[in-house]
């Protein structure tokens, strides 16, 4: 283990601040940091503070470090230390808010999957057969409380299109090491950032997602392993300019940019669909 990695975990004002977020609980969780960072040669090289920011991230959401469990992980990316939020993680955070009656995501296999229906979000697939073949696409599912529910495809292409698109780190990060949770994840992530119930945990969690973490406590963050703030910029400009179209031909002339943005197709398939039933 790195010395200036357990020397910076066992001083006594982290051990205080983990207290402080923890109670009883922080000498394990410190103890698991450890265990982590003396696991992966790249993490225990990282700077600690970035570490500790993470580490803090997690407390602060109550979600554990444990690989096993796949709530959330610290992952190395360019000499500092990324919070990754796992699918798991977001359920549990989903849950904490009392707002939803179901929740779920899953693989797609190709014996299972007929057709998906964009539009009128129609799954037709058969999930009481064993599943077999290739994974070809993952759905996300919730229902809340209140009845309102959502289902969310993405194809095969479209999870490594925008894996490819959003991570630098695709061929050799957590996207290669562990696609199946990541692409679950980034689809469970859309569909609750467009159409759920967000707590204010649920939004600190996406906006930390794959951030190296430079302030756990005012949640500054810094996304190295892509453009993130300025494709959240583009797709949120874009949103609004989708949603304030009123006629077929306004929603055209913005083809060319949404396919660019991938997050952004389902929502423009459906104002698109909208519009010309309403020219017809």
């Known amino acids: 283990m790195s010395k200036a990695i357990k020397e910076f975990f066992t001083s006594e004002t982290v051990k205080a601040k983990f207290t402080e977020m923890l109670g009883k609980r922080a000498p394990q969780f410190i103890t698991s940091v450890l265990q982590i960072a003396t696991s992966n040669k790249l993490l225990e090289n990282a700077d600690p503070i970035s570490i500790y920011n993470s580490a803090a991230i997690a407390a602060t959401l109550d979600l554990p470090l444990n690989n096993s469990l796949g709530f959330a992980w610290i992952v190395p990316y360019g ?5 990754q939020l796992g699918w798991k993680g977001l359920v549990q955070l989903a849950q904490r808010t009392g707002q939803y009656k179901r929740i779920n995501v899953t693989e797609v296999y190709s014996n299972q999957f007929k057709t998906w229906n964009a539009l009128t979000e129609e799954l037709d697939a058969d999930f009481t057969i064993e599943p077999s073949g290739d994974v070809v696409g993952y759905v996300a599912y919730f229902m809340t409380i209140n009845g309102f529910e959502k289902v969310c495809y993405w194809s095969m292409d479209k999870v490594r299109g925008h894996a490819k698109k959003y991570s630098k780190s695709f061929n050799s990060g957590p996207w290669k090491d562990e696609f199946d949770k990541m692409a679950k994840k980034t689809v469970l992530k859309h569909t609750l950032s467009q159409w759920g119930i967000l707590s204010i945990e649920m939004q600190t969690a996406m906006k930390v997602d794959q951030s190296v973490v430079k302030d ?21 400009r874009l949103a609004l300019m989708i949603a304030d179209c009123k006629k077929v031909d306004e929603l055209l002339n913005l083809k060319s940019e949404v396919e660019k943005m991938p997050n952004l197709l389902e929502n423009y398939e459906l104002k698109f669909a909208s519009l010309s039933e309403n020219e017809i």
């Open 216 to 236: 756990a406590e005012t949640v500054d963050v810094d996304y190295i392993d892509a453009t993130s703030k300025e494709i959240n910029k583009e797709e949120e």
């Open 79 to 83: 000499g500092k230390a990324q919070f």
